[in-house]
Nanobody, 122 residues
């Protein structure tokens, strides 16, 4: 069971990125996938979670309207589209697997990937 994140980078405020979370060793069909981020000195926080089976999603207010989570079941991959990026979005972004998409909190998810760095300059 492995999740691998990719797609991070250094961008300017207002730019966009698309992160990918690819699963291997298991099928995503019966799980939930969450995207979380952790900035230096801060706790890991949920930024979006999705139920793979029915596509239900959750976003906190801090990213609602700017981030979009989606899944491609055929590719066993979940994406996170980041638009209108702000310097405060700078963090390492992780994806994790869970049984339910809510609550979208780290303690309910596992099988963490290695993370991908997103840096937004002002």
């Amino acid at each position: 069971v492995q999740l691998v994140e990719s797609g991070g980078g250094l961008v300017q405020a207002g730019d966009s990125l698309r992160l990918s979370c690819a699963a291997s060793g298991f099928t995503l069909d019966y799980y939930a996938i969450g995207w979380f981020r952790q900035a230096p000195g801060k706790e890991r926080e949920g930024v979006s979670c999705i139920s793979i089976s029915d596509g239900n999603t959750y976003y906190p207010d801090s990213v609602k309207g700017r981030f979009t989570i989606s899944r491609d079941n055929a590719k066993n991959t979940v994406y996170l589209q980041l638009n209108s990026l702000k310097p405060e979005d700078t963090a390492v972004y992780y994806c994790g697997g869970g049984l339910m998409f809510r609550p979208c909190v780290p303690k309910h998810f596992g099988s963490w990937g290695q993370g991908t760095q997103v840096t937004v300059s002002s």
